[in-house]
Each structure stands twice: as structure tokens, then as C-alpha cells.
């Protein structure tokens, strides 16, 4: 069992930035891919950002050049930097953590962007 503590949320003017954070615990060892996923109201959920072990790193193409991704395995923790934040962005974050066989989500973060 994983668990995913998400911290960072707030409410921020349009154009403004945040760094959202998550940091996982339990049964960490075999944990390759970690990211960000986020839920808008009335919206499907949608991946923001993924980034495997290896460093490897993916975005929606929504946030792509504004948004970054990164990951400390010592502190079993990814973080997501996001700049130039428009309206569109407001919604509840998702932490998520997978192995080959098994996914884990926390508890979510609100993310609100005023104009």
C-alpha cells in the first residue's frame, strides 16, 4: 500500500505561479512512475505531467512549456512547478503513483485561478 500526501493548493491570480508537492510513503520500493493528474468540475480527469524513475518526463500538451515536473527519489516526493497559470488550470490535483501492477492516488489538492 502507498500512500500520497498532496500539499501546495491555493488560490493564485491568473498569470501567477505554484508549486504543488506530493510525498509518498508505505510501500514505495517498486514505485517507477509518479505524477499529476487533475479534475476540473463537470471535466473528465486528465493527466498534467508524469515522470518515471529514470527521469523520464511527459505533459498534456495543455501545460506544456508551463508546467514542470520533477522528482526526488531520496525524499520519495514529486513536485510540480506550474507558471503562467490561466483560468483553464483551476481544478482539484491528483498525486498518483504506479508500479507495473498497481496505481495509488491522493487525496487531492484545489488549485484555483482567479482572472
Known amino acids: 500500500q502507498v500512500q500520497l500526501v498532496e500539499s501546495g493548493g491555493d488560490l493564485v491570480q491568473a498569470g501567477g505561479s505554484l508549486t504543488l508537492s506530493c510525498a509518498a510513503s508505505?510501500?514505495?520500493?517498486?514505485?517507477?512512475?509518479m505524477g499529476w493528474y487533475r479534475q476540473a468540475p463537470g471535466k473528465q480527469r486528465e493527466l498534467v505531467a508524469a515522470v518515471s524513475s529514470g527521469g523520464t518526463t511527459a505533459y498534456a500538451d495543455s501545460v506544456k512549456g508551463r508546467f514542470t515536473i520533477s522528482r526526488d527519489n531520496a525524499k520519495n516526493s514529486v513536485y510540480l512547478r506550474m507558471n503562467s497559470l490561466k483560468r483553464e488550470d483551476t481544478a482539484v490535483y491528483y498525486c498518483n503513483a504506479a508500479t507495473p501492477e498497481m496505481s495509488w492516488r491522493g487525496q487531492g489538492t484545489q488549485v484555483t485561478v482567479s482572472s
Open positions: 508505505g510501500s514505495i520500493l517498486n514505485i517507477n512512475v
